[in-house]
T-cell receptor, first 113, second 113 residues
Framework: DTGVSQDPRHKITKRGQNVTFRCDPI?????LYWYRQTLGQGPEFLTY????????KSRLLSDRFSAERPKGSFSTLEIQRTEQGDSAMYLC???????????FGPGTRLLVL | ELKVEQNPLFLSMQEGKNYTIYCNYS?????LYWYRQDPGKSLESLFV?????AVKQEGRLMASLDTKARLSTLHITAAVHDLSATYFC?????????????FGTGTRLTIIP
């Protein structure tokens, strides 16, 4: 399967704990995006990488959030000191160029208790 | 700030009927994307519309884009149960070579046999 993959698919954590999610994009795609989706809403943009460079971050991405794409391939999204408001589906997408389709992964569903 | 509005938010229709979902957006863009999402699943790309007047069709779905009116439509012809899902439109804006997508709130479509 050459689609976007994400790990883990589900994560339950207690408030105050740190969590890290991983995204493996489609192999030839150099653009990678993170979005967050809460129940009943459309996805909201969080951050974007072109190769290993993080070029844009949303204001939604507080200081507790950090994302990396160290070798321009897979990416990680870490949330420190999780809060209940962080509960959401975290979606990763990748694309080859800026006007092409973004292909989404299956998402990581986070529940903060 | 770019705003994307879809209507209706909820749509219940009988099999065999035709209907249209509308997507309005607030600022200039010539890139419009339609996605489908099944419950608990990720987003599946349906259409990419890259210019004014673009029209694309796949099976019972047809999407069009009017950039002057800042309006896209998704038309459903002779609906079947398999089309039940949530449909999102998303507008693309470029920053730093990034295609940041701003999504609408989605239209939850239920096809009744």
């Amino acid at each position: 399967d050459t689609g976007v993959s994400q790990d883990p698919r589900h994560k339950i954590t207690k408030r105050g704990q740190n969590v890290t999610f991983r995204c493996d994009p489609i192999s030839e795609h150099n653009r990678l995006y993170w979005y967050r989706q809460t129940l009943g809403q459309g996805p909201e943009f969080l951050t974007y990488f072109q190769n290993e460079a993080q070029l844009e971050k949303s204001r939604l991405l507080s200081d507790r959030f950090s994302a990396e794409r160290p070798k321009g391939s897979f990416s990680t999204l870490e949330i420190q000191r999780t809060e209940q408001g962080d509960s959401a589906m975290y979606l990763c997408a990748s694309s080859w160029s800026h006007s092409e389709t973004q292909y989404f992964g299956p998402g990581t569903r986070l529940l903060v208790l | 700030e770019l705003k994307v509005e879809q209507n209706p938010l909820f749509l219940s229709m009988q099999e065999g009927k035709n209907y249209t979902i509308y997507c309005n957006y607030s600022t200039t863009s010539d890139r419009l994307y339609w996605y489908r999402q099944d419950p608990g699943k990720s987003l599946e790309s349906l259409f990419v519309l890259l210019s004014n007047g673009a029209v694309k069709q796949e099976g019972r779905l047809m999407a069009s884009l009017d950039t002057k009116a800042r309006l896209s439509t998704l038309h459903i012809t002779a609906a079947v149960h398999d089309l039940s899902a949530t449909y999102f439109c998303a507008v693309g804006r470029s920053n730093f070579g990034n295609e940041k997508l701003t999504f609408g709130t989605g239209t939850r479509l239920t096809i009744i046999p």
